[in-house]
């Protein structure tokens, strides 16, 4: 009779040890699936939002250079129209054969077409000579504006970069910068700046991509900076 006991209770314990053990490992699994849930959701709805604002304010200021150039070629052309012009001062020979007789005295008419002829080519060529200066004038404003390139070492702050700009002429506000850069991270490198740009659009450069370092330093070379 004790032996049954005996038995029976080791049967119960085996019993009960299982059901606790599958217990376990079910709360194991949950855990788990817990876990990566929780890992997988890494972006905010609001990170996603201004991370797709920043992407089209880097495409607007890449399009808003791309129509700064085209406009500039267009401006440029009819200053080469200029250039091209034939020179009105240059006379014109005449296929009509004169009488000897009729050369050598000529008439009034003649006379006074020839007097306002040589006026009119005297003012012919003073505005001729005129065009290469307003052409050149028309080319040297329609010449595209600098390109400054400037470097942001690591670990730069945001008051310190926006001093490094305000001294190249890019930013005049460095207070409007320093609070638009808020909670907004600076990448060091060089980067290259043309035109009379928005804060907005410099604070799109500054947080793409920087320039190639070789390519950079070897364009300020180039330029004597």
Avoid: W
């Amino acid at each position: 009779m004790n032996r049954r006991l005996f038995v029976f209770g080791i049967g119960v314990g085996i019993i009960v040890g299982a059901g606790l053990l599958q217990f376990m490992l079910i709360g194991e699994r949950q855990a788990d699936a817990l876990t990566n849930d929780s890992a997988a959701k890494t972006y905010t709805q609001a990170e996603l939002d201004q991370a797709v604002a920043d992407e089209r304010e880097r495409v607007q200021a890449e399009l808003a250079k791309l129509g700064a150039g085209a406009a500039d070629r267009t401006a440029a052309e009819p200053g080469k129209a200029d250039d091209q012009t034939t020179d009105p001062a240059t006379p014109v020979q005449s296929d009509r054969k004169t009488d000897p007789i009729d050369s050598a005295t000529p008439s009034s008419g003649e006379a006074a077409s020839d007097s306002s002829g040589s006026a009119s080519q005297a003012d012919n060529a003073d505005k001729s000579a005129d065009k290469p200066e307003s052409g050149a004038a028309g080319e040297a404003a329609d010449a595209e504006p600098a390109r400054v390139i400037v470097r942001i070492p690591p670990n730069a702050s945001v008051a310190d970069t926006a001093g490094l700009l305000a001294a190249r002429g890019i930013i005049s506000d460095k207070q409007a910068f320093i609070d638009l850069m808020r909670k907004r991270t600076i990448r060091a490198g060089y980067f290259a700046f043309q035109g009379k740009l928005s804060l907005q659009q410099v604070r799109v450069i500054i947080t793409s991509k920087p320039l190639d370092p070789a390519a950079a330093r070897m364009e300020l070379e180039a330029s004597g900076e």
